[in-house]
């Protein structure tokens, strides 16, 4: 459930709710994300920052404390006072959004997007902020027990604008932290590393071109005391498979800064007049039963809004992959022959793996030519996986969109 209150948001899902205000300066404070509450709530969960802070810039002279710096808010600007990360930078510009609007939308999707998204009924928040030449639109969604975010930005004024960094989400949320990443490298991946989180800054980043086995985009923000079935535990993804980048930082007055969305590192988009781009789509999940209770509702998100619904709630099938034993050396025959023994150990999807078009002998070469190679397959792809769902089988098949060799045509092509 969504509603509005006297300029306060109430997002209520599952086991949590998101409480959002327009302050009086038109700014989007963070009131809450964790526990369920009450949207009237909201003057009770209020930060109160006192008599202010030393070099603090003002939003209203004679406030000592209307700096935004020490307010907890659900999108920052630059260059205006806040001090801490960012989330959105503009070529060298300031920025600084107001709020314009919202409207409450219930959907099957929360809105039209070229990327990836999560999928299924869903009720969503859009909340839109404004400055000279500029529109920013906030998505806040629920899907059950979990909270996803987006942004779009959008140049309304004459002049062209170069975004450097664009965030999915970013939120203040009050308490001391550990963040829980997973990295490693080939044949070593999803290594766990926990590391408290203090006043420097803790980045999760991955600038491989992917979202890699360095770097896992997916990571956890967990009380220090909590458990695998007691305290809290924050979890975060990104539904998106280009370099990645999540940052935490605790602030003096104790506020946990934490965003998430494509690494700013190489990252330019120049927006004309008229122009919007959109981010990734955040992921966020609350819990209060610790790191299972977490973990049991981002699997529940990701069965049921992510997978395909062909899949939802079936067993995987078992599967058997031709590269151990053939590597880039077979044929028709010996595929077949393979598929043979697969099925009579039980085997039910047979994966032809990489060698199977253009001049790909090695994987020096053709990586990027799916045309395929009828010197080994005579028969094609069809007559391959006619013969093999003839079996029984399902027949699967193995690429890398993501890469090219140099020798190749489509390099050759298109060396840019």
């Known amino acids: 459930m969504i509603e509005y209150k006297n300029n306060v948001f109430g997002i209520h899902g599952e086991g949590f709710s998101c409480l959002l205000r327009v302050n009086d300066y038109g700014l989007l404070e963070m009131l809450h994300f964790g526990e369920p509450v009450k949207t009237d709530d909201a003057d009770a969960l209020t930060f109160r920052p006192g008599l202010g802070w030393g070099g603090a810039v003002l939003l209203e002279a004679g406030d000592p404390a209307s700096s935004a710096d020490v307010m907890p808010l659900a999108w920052s600007g630059a260059g205006r006072g806040d001090y801490r990360e960012s989330p959105l930078e503009l070529g060298g510009m300031s920025t600084d959004f107001r709020y314009v609007d919202y409207e409450i939308i219930n959907s099957t999707v929360p809105m039209k997007s070229v990327l990836p998204q999560a999928r299924g009924k869903c009720e969503t928040l859009r909340v839109t ?17 979990v909270l996803t975010r987006r942004a779009v930005l959008k140049n309304t004024g004459s002049a062209p604008v170069t975004v450097t960094k664009f965030m ?6 009050y308490g001391d932290y550990n963040m829980t990443t997973f990295d490693g490298g080939w044949i070593a991946e999803m290594r766990k590393h ?4 203090l006043d420097s800054k803790v980045v999760n980043e991955s600038l491989t071109g992917f979202s890699s086995n360095r770097h896992n985009p997916g990571f956890m923000l967990s009380e220090p005391e909590a458990t695998e079935e007691s305290g809290i535990v924050y979890g975060m993804n990104l539904v998106y498979s280009g370099n990645h980048y999540a940052a935490a930082q605790r602030s003096l007055q104790g506020f946990t800064r934490v965003m998430q969305g494509i690494a700013p590192a190489g990252f330019v988009k120049a927006l004309q007049s ?8 955040a992921v966020m999940a609350f819990s209060d039963k610790g790191f299972g209770g977490m973990s049991e509702k981002m699997h529940r998100f990701v069965n049921t809004c992510i997978v395909p619904e062909y899949w939802q709630g079936r067993e995987r099938p078992v599967l058997f992959n031709d590269w151990e034993g053939c590597m880039f050396d077979f044929n028709h025959n010996r595929l077949i022959a393979l598929a043979k023994d697969a099925k009579e150990l039980g085997c039910e999807l047979f994966v032809l793996d990489d060698g199977w078009f253009g001049k790909r002998n090695d994987d020096h070469a053709g990586l990027g030519d799916y045309n395929v190679n009828m010197k080994k397959l005579p028969y094609g792809l069809k007559g391959l996986g006619d013969k093999i769902r003839e079996m029984g089988m399902e027949f699967g098949l193995w690429f890398e969109p993501e ?8 390099y050759r092509s298109h060396p840019d």
């Open 403 to 410: 890469s090219v060799n140099m020798d190749s045509d489509l």
């Open 168 to 173: 999915s989400s970013m939120m203040d949320i």
């Open 129 to 145: 902020m404004a400055q000279a030449g500029l529109e920013l639109t906030l998505y806040f969604s629920v899907f059950g027990g």
């Open 274 to 281: 008229g122009e919007e781009f959109e981010t990734p789509e």
């Open 194 to 197: 926990t590391v408290p989180v």
